[in-house]
Structure formats: C-alpha cells, structure tokens
C-alpha cells in the first residue's frame, strides 16, 4: 500500500515524492544536515527538508531522537511577520461575529431548536478555526467571510423591507447622535441587570478561542507559516500576541476597571486583601509547577527563548495579581502606574544593557534561566494597568456608546502610531522583553478589535437582540479553565503524533476537531448554567 503527498508552490498541485510503507506507521530515518525551510504552503506536505529542488514527501514520523533535533530548529522565527498582516487577523473577529448572528438569524426562522444551535456553533467556531489556523490565508478568508455575510443578509432579509430597513438604521444614528440617553441605551448587554455589555463578552472570547487554536496550530508548519510563530528577539507575529491579549482581556473586566477595590475605604484592610489573594493563588502556582514538571518528565519541546528554562504563563499571571492586588490601584492611577513602569523598564533595557542581558546572557543561575519570564512581568503589569484603564472607559454609563466606539479607535490609532514611532527610534516590538513598543502594539490590537466588535454591536441593523451563542459565553465566564482545556489537549496531540511532518489536510482535520472538542465542551457546561472558576 501507498501513501503519497506532496507539494509544489501551488495550493493544490500534488507531485511525485512518496514514501512506501506496508501497513501501520510511516517511519523514516531523517539526515538533518538538510536545511530548514519556512512553510509557505497552503495544502499538502510541510515543507520541512530541502529533498530536492522542487518536491518535498510527506513522512508522517521519524525517529524520536530525530524529530526532537527537528523541533529545535522548526519554531526558529527571527525576522516575524508584516504587522499589517497581523492587524488584518483582527478583521476576522467583526466578520465572524456578524456571521455566527446572521446565522443564529436564518437559523431561527428554517431549522427547528437543536439544528439551528448547531449551525450557530458551527459559525461560531470554524471561521476562527480556519483563519488563525492558516494565517497566511487571511485576505482570501476576509473575502470569503464577507461574502457569506453579505449573501446571510441578502437571504436574512426581504427585498421589499431593505427601505424599511436603511429608514430604521439611518433614524437609529440620528437618534444616538442627538439623545442625551445613556450610554446603556445604545449597546447591547448579555445580563438582565445590564451590567455585562455584548460586545466585550465577545471579544474576550474570541481572543482566547483564537489563543487556544494557535497554541496547537504553530506545531503544524503544513499550514501554519513559521513568520507567526514567537519571534526569537524582534519582530511581529500572531503567537506574539496571546499572553498580552490575555492580560488585557482580564483586566478590561476586572473589579478595578469598574471601580471596585479590593479594600474599599479602609486602608487597614489592604494587607488582609492580599493575603487572602495570595492563598487563592495557589491553583495557578499548581498548574504552573504541574506543568513545568510534566513537560520535563516527558522531555516535552519548549523553547527556552518563551519564558525561560521554568517559567511559563501561569506563574506570570500570579505574579501580576499578587501586584496588582498590592497596589489596589483606581483606574486612573492605574494608568498612572502603567505609564511610569513601564518608562523604568524601558530605561533599564536601553540604558542600562537589560535588553542585552535578555537576549544574551548566559543561563548559569535560576534567575539567569528564567530572565525571559521575570523581566517580562514588568511589560505585562503596564498591559494590565493600562488595560484596567480602557476596561473603565468601556465600562462607563455617562458617555454615548459612539462616543465610546470613537474613543478606542482613537486608542487604537495611538497604539499603532506610538509603535511606529518607537520602532523608528530603534526600540523595535520585542514580545520576549514585552518592551514599550510591544506594550502600545498590544493596546492598538485590543483597542482595535474592542473598537470594531463594537461597530458591530451598535450598528447592527435587526431589531430583534439574538443571545451570544454558548461557545462565546462559555469561554468567556471559564477563561483559564478553556486555556487549560486546551493546553491539555494540545499535549496529547504532540504525545500522540508527530506535529511538525503532518500533512496539510490532516492538520486543518486535527485542528477542526480539537476546536470543535474543548468549545463543545465548555459549550454544554454553560448551557447548563455552569461557571467553572476556580481562581
């Protein structure tokens, strides 16, 4: 029996190459003295080895000492990518918010109550599946999202009520424009009580499903190109961005971004407060160190250029609530604060030779192993800060929702701007110092997609108020228990296969299913009404 795949430049062109096995596994012996190349290919083989000059083989699996010298060399990303292309992701999440509603919309009124949750769900996932699985192919996805939208809507929508409709949309402006209502009047919330707006809902969901698809998807080089994997020193990327996504899309709903502090009016309580904070931390320290001692039991590939030799994610995350709890900062000093460390930082990286001892010291003493993830933690408390911030900004009922939506994109223009401007003067974005520039380019990306969901929100032309479907809602009550889902299941796709030499169509296969397996999940949970939080 014969199992041949493989891929010239095209797309979908399949040529010769082939590796012959009879029954079970392939397994090949790989010389890698061949050079590494980055994967541009859309379907087919990953594009791995130089065999020859024009065809590559898929192989499925090699050798264990073998692909572990390969994963050292496969998730190498020193130049990044164009950060026009990584701002253009972020026009996926309007595009497919709008799609899942109009979904959600033709469903109701065709399909009875289980199909059309189904479909609503489908929606809901797969477009993000697709895109952030398969970056290169953003442009190509962008027209394909907009054109389902627009054929949804044509559908969604009888010809004789188009007139009624643009009347309706045009009186609605005019009446935001001119009412002195409140900002409560105008965007849509998920809760009764009208405390929890829509379209913040659906960003901090969209941003960790997207989080979680491109944990596992930067292992597939057959579709995912190695210009988004993490950067190695400078430069833009998609995987750069998911820790500072996160840390923002915590804070903008945290209880100091809607005025809450943790010893309200009575400092003697402070100590208590951070203490009691302290002691709730210890899920993440477990899950930290849990995950640092299962990753070296099974001598799981990590590259130390992340975090560090036993840093990970969790322990930064406890870091900054053990701080920020401290601090107990209003949203205006939080920005204050923010805005002054992150200065002191970037001094100390510029004039004092950190970003120096960062990239290049060598790795001889515990702080020294773990230099990438300590110092890091300085960049992602200024993302909290600031995040707290736009969180109460977003959050605030005396303004105008337009006012609002105006105000990020703004905040989003600055970001940009700043990152710009920053990189001209040669601090260029840096996601493993989270330095200043990649600080304002965070802000700009969350600020941009807050600004665009809520266009969305405040412009959506149908009267009727559909609820967010159960994947979005799910994901954004539970955050880190979906993460957690997810980086369980992505451990048992690289235990079980081998990641790197999977074809094109089994990888967007593999990646289909695993979305599909922990947003079902956490889908029924909270159709059930079901919260999990344990921190």
Same mark, same amino acid.
């Given at each position: 029996?014969?199992?041949?795949?493989?891929?010239?430049?095209?797309? !979908?062109?399949?040529?010769?190459?082939?590796?012959?096995?009879?029954?079970?596994?392939?397994?090949?012996?790989?010389?890698?003295?061949?050079?590494?190349?980055?994967?541009?290919?859309?379907?087919?083989?990953?594009?791995?080895?130089? !065999?020859?000059?024009?065809?590559?083989?898929?192989?499925?699996?090699?050798?264990? +000492?073998?692909?572990?010298? /390969?994963?050292?060399?496969?998730?190498?990303?020193?130049?990044?990518?164009?950060?026009?292309?990584?701002?253009?992701?972020?026009?996926?999440?309007?595009?497919?918010?709008?799609?899942?509603?109009?979904?959600?919309?033709?469903?109701?009124?065709?399909?009875?109550?289980? #199909?059309?949750?189904?479909?609503?769900?489908?929606?809901?996932?797969?477009?993000?599946?697709?895109?952030?699985?398969?970056?290169?192919?953003?442009?190509?996805?962008?027209?394909?999202?907009?054109?389902?939208?627009?054929?949804?809507?044509?559908?969604?929508?009888? =010809?004789?009520?188009?007139?009624?409709?643009?009347?309706?949309?045009?009186?609605?402006?005019?009446?935001?424009?001119?009412?002195?209502?409140?900002?409560?009047?105008?965007?849509?919330?998920?809760?009764?009580?009208?405390?929890?707006?829509?379209?913040?809902?659906?960003?901090?969901?969209?941003?960790?499903?997207?989080?979680? $698809?491109?944990?596992?998807?930067?292992?597939?080089?057959?579709?995912?190109?190695?210009?988004?994997?993490?950067?190695?020193?400078?430069?833009?990327?998609?995987?750069?961005?998911?820790?500072?996504?996160?840390?923002?899309?915590?804070?903008?709903?945290?209880?100091?971004?809607?005025?809450?502090?943790?010893?309200?009016?009575?400092?003697?309580?402070?100590?208590?407060?951070?203490?009691?904070?302290?002691?709730?931390?210890?899920?993440?320290?477990?899950?930290?160190?849990?995950?640092?001692?299962?990753?070296?039991?099974?001598?799981?590939?990590?590259?130390?250029? +992340?975090?560090?030799?036993?840093?990970?994610? !969790?322990?930064?995350?406890?870091? $900054? #609530?053990?701080?920020?709890?401290?601090?107990?900062?209003?949203?205006?000093?939080?920005?204050?604060?923010?805005?002054?460390?992150?200065? /002191?930082?970037?001094?100390?990286?510029?004039?004092?030779?950190?970003? +120096?001892?960062?990239?290049?010291?060598?790795?001889?003493?515990?702080?020294?192993?773990?230099?990438?993830?300590?110092?890091?933690?300085?960049?992602?408390?200024?993302?909290?800060?600031?995040?707290?911030?736009?969180?109460?900004?977003?959050?605030?009922?005396?303004?105008?929702?337009?006012?609002?939506?105006?105000?990020? $994109?703004? $905040?989003?223009? =600055?970001?940009?701007?700043?990152?710009?401007?920053?990189?001209?003067?040669?601090?260029?974005?840096?996601?493993?110092?989270?330095?200043?520039?990649?600080?304002?380019?965070?802000?700009?990306?969350?600020?941009?997609?807050?600004?665009? =969901? #809520?266009?969305?929100?405040?412009?959506?032309?149908?009267?009727?108020?559909?609820?967010?479907?159960?994947?979005?809602?799910?994901?954004?009550?539970?955050?880190?228990?979906?993460?957690?889902?997810?980086?369980?299941?992505?451990?048992?796709?690289?235990?079980?296969?081998?990641?790197?030499?999977?074809?094109?169509? #089994?990888?967007?296969?593999?990646?289909?299913?695993?979305?599909?397996?922990?947003?079902?999940?956490?889908?029924?949970?909270?159709?059930?009404?079901?919260?999990?939080?344990?921190?």
């Amino acid at each position: 029996m014969q199992r041949c795949w493989a891929q010239t430049g095209s797309v !979908f062109s399949i040529v010769g190459a082939c590796v012959v096995q009879w029954g079970g596994s392939v397994s090949v012996s790989v010389p890698f003295s061949w050079q590494m190349t980055s994967s541009s290919w859309g379907l087919g083989c990953p594009q791995l080895f130089q !065999f020859e000059a024009d065809r590559q083989a898929c192989v499925w699996s090699a050798g264990a +000492e073998h692909y572990k010298s /390969l994963q050292d060399i496969a998730y190498l990303n020193a130049d990044g990518a164009s950060p026009l292309s990584v701002c253009a992701l972020m026009l996926v999440y309007p595009l497919t918010v709008a799609l899942q509603r109009l979904v959600a919309r033709v469903a109701s009124k065709h399909l009875g109550i289980r #199909a059309g949750n189904l479909a609503e769900f489908i929606a809901a996932i797969l477009p993000l599946t697709i895109a952030f699985s398969a970056p290169h192919l953003v442009w190509t996805i962008l027209v394909t999202l907009a054109c389902a939208g627009a054929a949804l809507f044509a559908h969604a929508t009888d =010809l004789v009520a188009w007139p009624r409709l643009l009347a309706r949309v045009r009186a609605t402006r005019a009446a935001r424009r001119t009412s002195t209502a409140a900002h409560s009047a105008c965007f849509m919330y998920i809760d009764p009580a009208g405390t929890r707006l829509r379209f913040v809902s659906e960003y901090r969901a969209v941003m960790m499903i997207t989080t979680c $698809i491109v944990i596992l998807a930067v292992d597939f080089p057959s579709i995912f190109p190695r210009r988004h994997a993490k950067t190695d020193e400078y430069g833009y990327s998609l995987m750069d961005l998911g820790t500072g996504c996160i840390v923002c899309a915590t804070a903008i709903c945290s209880r100091a971004a809607r005025g809450i502090t943790a010893a309200s009016g009575c400092k003697e309580q402070r100590p208590f407060a951070v203490l009691k904070r302290v002691l709730s931390l210890w899920p993440l320290l477990t899950l930290g160190f849990v995950r640092l001692a299962a990753l070296k039991g099974m001598d799981y590939h990590v590259p130390t250029s +992340e975090y560090g030799v036993h840093w990970n994610f !969790f322990f930064t995350i406890a870091v $900054i #609530a053990v701080v920020t709890t401290a601090t107990d900062f209003s949203p205006s000093a939080s920005i204050v604060a923010g805005s002054a460390v992150l200065v /002191l930082y970037q001094v100390f990286l510029s004039a004092f030779g950190g970003a +120096e001892y960062i990239l290049r010291a060598p790795r001889d003493n515990l702080f020294s192993a773990n230099r990438e993830g300590m110092f890091s933690c300085f960049g992602f408390l200024a993302v909290h800060w600031f995040s707290v911030g736009l969180g109460s900004l977003v959050a605030s009922k005396t303004r105008l929702a337009q006012r609002t939506t105006w105000f990020l $994109i703004v $905040i989003a223009g =600055l970001g940009f701007s700043a990152t710009a401007l920053f990189s001209t003067i040669g601090i260029i974005v840096s996601r493993r110092m989270c330095n200043v520039s990649y600080v304002t380019f965070i802000m700009g990306i969350n600020a941009l997609v807050l600004a665009l =969901l #809520a266009l969305v929100d405040l412009y959506w032309p149908f009267a009727e108020r559909a609820s967010m479907p159960s994947a979005y809602g799910g994901v954004q009550d539970s955050m880190l228990v979906v993460f957690l889902l997810a980086n369980l299941l992505t451990g048992a796709v690289n235990v079980s296969a081998q990641p790197l030499l999977v074809p094109a169509w #089994a990888s967007l296969l593999i990646m289909i299913c695993y979305s599909f397996t922990w947003s079902a999940a956490i889908s029924i949970v909270h159709s059930r009404s079901v919260v999990l939080k344990f921190w």
